[in-house]
């Protein structure tokens, strides 16, 4: 004998969907009986979940502005090799000897001494002075000084003392020292991170 839902009274319908609920609230505690824990589970994934799309979000910000920071660097390094032609890491004596011998060439002037001193540590750099001696005449010397200024390399000329040649080509001889400067990087570094 089938009983029909519809032909219940009332409160006898009320009782019959009431047991059924708490019927399958029981089968759900005893089916899965750490829903609260999975719920606390569920939260904290959710927390978790959101948190990565915010680093996805941050992420993808990033990456678009990778080219403008790539043009950045690029940039940065320019400058950078820009610095390093006005302060090297090496003292490029070779070099260094080379360009004066030229320079003096082109100014009518003798090289007599090109004499490297020792570097000297001063701070983030080291001076590298040039003990150098020339023969040839005043208005020469005056050109000679002035291109060495307009070097891409910061050289200070000091000591300058010139007198009378008595022998040899010009009226003048001029002894003076050719202070260089190089970058020391290992000092740097270590000031940078005592700051």
């Not at 708490?22 to 904290?44: E, H, R, T």
């Not at 790539?70 to 400058?79: F, S």
């Not at 050289?155 to 202070?179: E, L, M, P, R, Y």
Request: glycine share 6%; hydrophobic share 40%.
């Amino acid at each position: 004998m089938a009983m029909d839902f519809k032909n219940l009274p009332f409160w006898g319908q009320v009782t019959l969907v009431i047991a059924l609920c708490l019927g399958l609230v029981s089968v759900a505690y005893w089916a899965y009986p750490n829903f609260g824990q999975m719920k606390q589970q569920n939260l904290a994934d959710a927390k978790r979940l959101e948190d990565l799309q915010s680093d996805i979000r941050r992420g993808a910000a990033i990456e678009a502005k990778l080219p403008e920071f790539e043009k950045e660097i690029a940039n940065l390094q320019k400058k950078l090799d820009d610095l390093l032609q006005i302060l090297p890491t090496e003292p490029e004596t070779g070099e260094l000897l080379k360009w004066v011998k030229n320079l003096t060439d082109q100014s009518n002037l003798d090289l007599q001494r090109f004499d490297p001193g020792a570097l000297k540590p001063v701070e983030f750099y080291r001076e590298f002075p040039i003990n150098m001696e020339v023969t040839g005449d005043y208005h020469d010397l005056g050109v000679f000084f002035d291109r060495i200024s307009k070097y891409s390399r910061i050289i200070n000329v000091d000591n300058v003392q010139i007198a009378t040649n008595t022998s040899g080509k010009g009226t003048i001889h001029s002894t003076f020292t050719a202070t260089t400067f190089v970058y020391d990087e290992k000092t740097a570094k270590a000031q940078e991170s005592q700051r």
